[in-house]
């Protein structure tokens, strides 16, 4: 198909690329440098989609940011994205877009029932009619309103593209790469400052791409051009385009997202679709310029009604007509310069000026290429379904409220400016209080916040020559309180234009008997009626406003939209438009993909993963990895076909019968240095810790203050002054803040040093009753004997020509030895360890078989120290000193806590000594008891006891210490079980604690 | 994301901090006789205000030391920060 609506030579395209894409299956062709906007304007297509709640034709009404409506779904690479808006979507080789919103087709949607049904679905609809019944809400109308509802589809597949994030600091950060921002990116860069400027378009330039302005006797383009090369060659300046800085937050952080690689058929290797800049800066200059207002006129939104300025944009960047017959209706001189445009390549509009009798340069211009101008007129109608076809127009009296006769005239197009609304949105962010300037009817950032300064059109200076003037002085004056440089920056002589002032006048007046819908929210389909049914039922905050009518919500945040409803309810209420208030502006400014946001922290890199040093010999061992915190650590090893049960069953039998050996690596180590050292461990654990002599080991519980246990492990007196703690892998961080916290904020008197030291040292549990021979084998000059070594004890050794610390304690219950070596001898201390005890018939263990030991031996744990129970509770109590005072102790007088029925660690078996017991469980008295049954407590860890053979768990029950003996159910409606079972002892392994002693 | 002054490694974003509450709770001594009222009031009861706040922060990711913050809870403007045994007010 030709591109009928290009202009030859025109334009800032490439034509000698051209592109074939595809819109709703069909193929058209552009040019590189178009937008899939441009491009399909270009082929006569206005059609783009249907309206979000009455499904109304809809078109093309900006060119950029501006655009409500013309969203796409876009298929890119095998990928495909929602939520696209055709006017910022730059055209790359076999884009694939289709219409969204619409069903079968954009030209033949069912849904647009519901513009002849409008009549029903006004304002706050949605609230008055799915209210009741209240049954009905699940299962009819949140179904029906998703599928109603919403812009597109989002993939369900795993999004391949690789999305970074960057931190950035600057001294200016400049949001705009329009004249303003130019202006003082340069004056600032010249002072050696750090600048960073953005454009969220590709090209550079703002406003100076399409007026027709000259600036140091060069065309305003060719002097941002000018301007921006040079800027690239600076090293104290970051140029980036297709860059939008979307959010301004605390402290000067802004957030920046780059569109790398969406213009391009497909991401280049190693590079990121989309890069997000953390920005934090000394000062940020807003310049991002100002948005058209649109004129509310009868059926304002069927496509080919745009702003005058995209239709501008279209022809002098794209080198596109939107139109070969245009209609402009203005009530400024932007309409002129359109007007001129189209005129100055052949084409003759036609301009209705609401204005009776405006003079200015600009104007007279156009009367004298001959354009026909009619004042005092406006466009009551346009008419025509998927395409404008002609309009109505008609006189308007002096005070704009009585219209003339109507006439209707042919034209394909309607650009409309009702002059221009200041982009304020990053200022109000950063939390300006904005203020309303009668001249622009309009509101600009009033006071300052924080570092921010908002410059030029941003600002409501339309002047290019004030624009110029204030940014040049701007950039040079905050820079140079920066950097102490003073460089001088002429600024360029500008000529320009002078327009005239506009008029206030927004919105046509109904003609009688006629119910043209007019529309102020093209996105969310909100018209002049809605705003007028919800001020006549009572809301009267402009945030209820819309929020009932949903003005100026969604992804277009009311970028055109605001101030005509602004003005509706100001007008309605009899109020003027600053005493109505606007609604919060709320990042994104424009929507930014979910894949930015998230950044590499996907997948198994959204939080770090640690490895030990023994982790490449576990997995060259069939070992089953599982996350315990940010740690992988094996869970078992697998042998041939055995499942998880089954091999940790093996190793935790192998345990109790022969020696079994355990990664430890990953419990948290503190050392403790310090003439103090045992006056803090005795006031953060609950048992004594000043009589602990040198080369013994002890095992602590500290508490909360609210006397809740927070950890527990052993601490060895390596020597007089030194410590070395040992913490659970989960609370390592925190135990470490804890300590910390109390020796700098609450006894800095106290003369101790603590700093982690889990990365340092690996270490391996050897567990069984062979457990001795190994140690023995792996140091031999060593006496190991339980007199030499007894429990508790700790001695160095020279493991094969490795320093290592040996400790003897006992998680398993078993006779065993903890060895620490540095991490870098880790694998080889593992290795031997292996190879002595072969002969003792050692194996590896995982977790699981870990849990399954200390379980059955009542050891309690992370699943019993759950940040809920209290020594008492997990059967601590005897390590609760009454003498002296520790971090926690008050707490336990609590009632609550010293109650005669208090929870305790209780063991549970099933009475059948077969079924396994869910954890999470409730323990109940009765199983058939009427709901809600009481709770008597709950399944904490479950195992299957290798020494019995049969289930067994542990469990946190109210009245525990009186409950040993007696049958419960346990009841998980989860797994849908019922099981009868005995309370028993925790201990329920060698509760005398024999073992670990011989 | 907030810009807070450390005492001793200056500027730093907030990911580098973990919040540690008011800081103008004092523990009260070891062994020391003291009601459930005074207890209760140590280990729960918090102001919450809204305005100027003295706060606890550690700088988590970077020195590990405590400081002390006195920090807007409503604009989130940062007046001033000290360290752990700074003298504050």
């Given amino acids: 198909m030709s591109q009928d609506f290009r202009l030859e030579s025109v334009g800032l395209i490439n034509r000698d690329k051209k592109l074939s894409f595809k819109f709703n299956g069909k193929k058209y062709f552009g040019y590189e440098g178009d937008t899939l906007a441009s491009a399909l304007l270009a082929n006569g297509v206005h059609l783009v989609g249907r309206s979000f709640k009455y499904h109304r034709p809809r078109g093309f009404f900006g060119a950029g940011v501006d655009e409500p409506y013309a969203i796409v779904q876009l298929y890119r690479n095998n990928e495909t994205e929602p939520n696209i808006k055709a006017t910022e979507q730059e055209l790359f080789e076999g884009l694939e877009a289709k219409s969204v919103n619409c069903w079968p087709s954009v030209n033949f949607d069912i849904g647009a029932i519901n513009n002849f049904l409008k009549i029903f679905l006004p304002a706050g609809f949605y609230y008055k009619t799915f209210m009741w019944p209240k049954s009905f809400w699940y299962r009819i109308y949140e179904p029906f309103i998703r599928k109603a509802a919403g812009l597109g589809v989002a993939s369900t597949k795993h999004d391949k593209e690789r999305y970074e994030h960057k931190y950035e600091y600057c001294d200016l950060l400049i949001a705009g790469s329009g004249p303003s921002g130019l202006s003082s990116a340069y004056a600032a860069a010249k002072n050696g400052a750090k600048v960073i400027l953005a454009e969220d378009k590709p090209r550079f330039g703002g406003s100076l791409l399409t007026d027709d302005v000259n600036i140091g006797n060069q065309s305003g383009k060719d002097w941002a051009e000018g301007i921006i090369t040079e800027l690239k060659t600076m090293p104290n300046v970051v140029v980036k385009n297709r860059s939008q800085i979307f959010g301004y937050y605390d402290h000067n952080m802004l957030v920046m997202s780059e569109k790398v690689s969406d213009h391009l058929p497909k991401t280049k290797k190693y590079h990121p679709n989309k890069r997000l800049w953390y920005i934090r800066a000394k000062e940020v200059l807003i310049s991002s310029g100002s948005i058209e207002r649109p004129i509310v006129f009868g059926n304002n939104d069927t496509p080919g009604v745009m702003l005058s300025s995209a239709a501008k944009e279209y022809l002098k960047v794209y080198g596109v007509l939107v139109g070969k017959n245009p209609l402009i209706f203005t009530n400024n001189d932007s309409g002129y310069e359109t007007a001129i445009e189209f005129q100055k390549h052949g084409v003759k509009p036609v301009i209705l000026d609401s204005r009776k009798n405006p003079e200015s340069e600009i104007i007279d211009e156009a009367k004298s290429l001959g354009i026909n101008i009619k004042n005092s007129y406006v466009v009551v109608a346009a008419q025509g379904y998927k395409k404008v076809k002609s309009a109505d127009i008609a006189s308007i009296s002096d005070d704009k409220k009585q219209l003339g006769k109507i006439e209707n005239i042919k034209c394909d197009c309607i650009c409309v400016s009702g002059f221009w609304t200041p982009s304020i949105h990053l200022a109000s962010q950063s939390g300006n209080k904005t203020k309303f300037k009668e001249e622009i009817d309009a509101f600009v950032p009033g006071v300052s916040k924080q570092q921010e300064t908002t410059l030029g059109a941003a600002n409501g200076v339309f002047s290019l020559e004030e624009t110029l003037q204030t940014s040049f002085a701007k950039g040079s004056e905050i820079s140079k309180k920066i950097t102490k440089n003073d460089n001088e920056v002429s600024i360029p002589n500008v000529v320009e234009k002078k327009s005239s002032q506009h008029d206030k006048f927004w919105c046509v007046p109904l003609p009688a008997g006629k119910h043209y819908k007019r529309f102020l929210d093209f996105q969310n389909d909100v018209a002049v009626s809605d705003i007028e049914i919800a001020l006549r039922e009572g809301y009267r905050s402009i945030e209820h406003v819309k929020r009932y009518t949903t003005l100026g919500m969604a992804t277009d945040q009311g970028k055109t939209s605001n101030l005509n409803g602004l003005q509706l309810v100001s007008e309605i209420e009899n109020k003027v438009v600053p005493a109505v208030g606007h609604t919060t502006f709320r990042p994104p400014y424009t929507p930014i993909s979910i894949g930015a946001i998230v950044g590499r922290e996907v997948g198994k890199h959204s939080k770090p993963t640690r490895k030990s040093p023994i982790h490449a010999w576990h997995e060259k061992n069939n070992a089953v990895f599982v996350d315990a915190g940010v740690w992988l650590r094996p869970r078992y090893y697998k042998r041939g076909n055995e499942n998880l049960f089954e091999g940790s069953k093996r190793e935790a039998k192998n345990v109790r019968t022969n020696v079994g050996v355990c990664d430890v690596t990953t419990l948290g180590k503190i050392d403790i240095k310090g003439p103090d050292a045992a006056e803090l461990l005795n006031r953060v654990y609950t048992n004594a810790w000043l009589k602990l002599p040198v080369g013994k080991a002890r095992y602590g519980v500290m508490l909360r203050e609210d006397g809740i246990v927070m950890d527990d492990g052993t601490t060895t007196r390596i020597s007089e002054n030194h410590y070395h703690m040992t913490t659970t892998t989960a609370q390592a961080a925190n135990v470490l803040s804890h300590l910390e916290y109390y020796l700098q904020l609450v006894w800095p008197e106290l003369n101790v040093n603590v700093v982690s030291t889990t990365e340092q040292w690996a270490g391996a549990a050897i567990a069984g009753p062979k457990s001795r021979n190994v140690l023995q084998k792996l140091f031999p000059n060593l006496d190991v004997s339980n007199e030499g070594l007894p429990f508790m004890g700790y001695m160095e050794g020279d493991l094969f020509g490795v320093k290592a610390r040996i400790f003897r304690i006992s998680f398993s219950g078993e006779l065993a030895y903890e060895v620490n070596v540095e991490s870098d001898n880790g694998n080889f201390m593992w290795e031997k360890i292996m190879e002595v005890g072969e002969e003792f018939k050692i194996q590896p263990y995982g977790t699981e078989a870990l849990s399954t030991l200390r379980i059955e031996m009542g050891h309690v744990a992370g699943s019993e120290l759950d940040g809920r129970t209290i020594p008492y509770d997990n059967a601590l109590e005897g390590l609760v000193s009454k003498k002296k005072d520790f971090i926690g102790k008050r707490s336990l007088q609590r009632v609550a806590f010293t109650a005669d029925d208090r929870q305790r660690v209780v063991g549970v078996v099933p009475l059948d000594k077969k079924t396994s017991i869910p954890e999470g469980s409730h323990l109940v008295k009765d199983a058939n008891a009427p709901l809600p049954n009481p709770k008597l407590g709950h399944i904490s860890a479950s195992c299957w006891s290798v020494e019995y053979d049969n289930p067994f768990s542990l469990a946190i029950l109210k009245d525990g210490k009186n409950m040993i003996g007696k049958k419960l159910f346990v009841m998980s409606p989860l797994k849908n079980k019922v099981i009868p079972v005995e309370i028993v002892s925790s201990h329920y392994v060698d509760p005398k604690g024999e073992r670990v002693r011989s | ?89």
């Fill in chain 2, 1 to 89: 994301m907030l810009y807070i002054k450390c005492p001793h490694c200056g500027m730093r974003p907030q990911i580098e901090f973990s919040y540690g509450g008011d800081a103008s709770v004092k523990r009260p001594e070891l062994n020391k006789e003291i009601s459930d009222q005074e207890w209760d009031d140590f280990v729960y009861n918090r102001k919450s205000l809204r305005g100027k706040h003295l706060e606890l922060w550690q700088h988590i990711s970077g020195c590990r030391q405590w400081i002390k913050v006195e920090r807007d809870t409503a604009t989130h403007e940062i007046f001033n920060t000290f360290k752990a045994d700074e003298g504050v007010v």
